[in-house]
Nanobody
Framework: VQLQASGGGSAQAGDSLRLSCAAS????????IGWFRQAPGKEREFVAH????????TYADSVKGRCTISRDNTKNTVSLQMNSLLPEDTAVYFC????????????????WGQGTLVTVSS
């Protein structure tokens, strides 16, 4: 499956952004989807995850209550709505697909999008 992340940009603290991940090339509903982010000089970290059916979601503590992940299997898309943005949310955001293993482990994910940059200023 090929993934394409979009929706990043520059924002002020307190603003909202909606990231999208569009999939093609394979049966999208076969994969759980995770969002990760990587800030300059830091390791890639888990942000959010949604199961194949979309009926269960998981969030990192750092974004819980501010972000909502959703998916539309009819449109082969996953979205990450990010509200109340903080400067520490500044990072490149990646969507990734997995069909096994732990949702928190980026090495488990088989397919990755190219990343979309989110920059939040105070």
């Amino acid at each position: 499956v090929q993934l394409q992340a979009s929706g990043g940009g520059s924002a002020q603290a307190g603003d909202s952004l909606r990231l999208s991940c569009a999939a093609s090339g394979s049966t999208f509903s076969n994969y759980a989807i995770g969002w990760f982010r990587q800030a300059p000089g830091k390791e890639r970290e888990f942000v959010a995850h949604i199961l194949r059916s979309g009926d269960y979601t998981t969030y990192a503590d750092s974004v819980k209550g501010r972000c909502t992940i959703s998916r539309d299997n009819t449109k082969n898309t996953v979205s990450l709505q990010m509200n109340s943005l903080l400067p520490e949310d500044t990072a490149v955001y990646f969507c990734a697909a997995r069909d096994r293993g732990s949702m928190y482990d980026p090495s488990i994910y088989s397919y990755w999008g190219q990343g979309t940059l989110v920059t939040v200023s105070s």
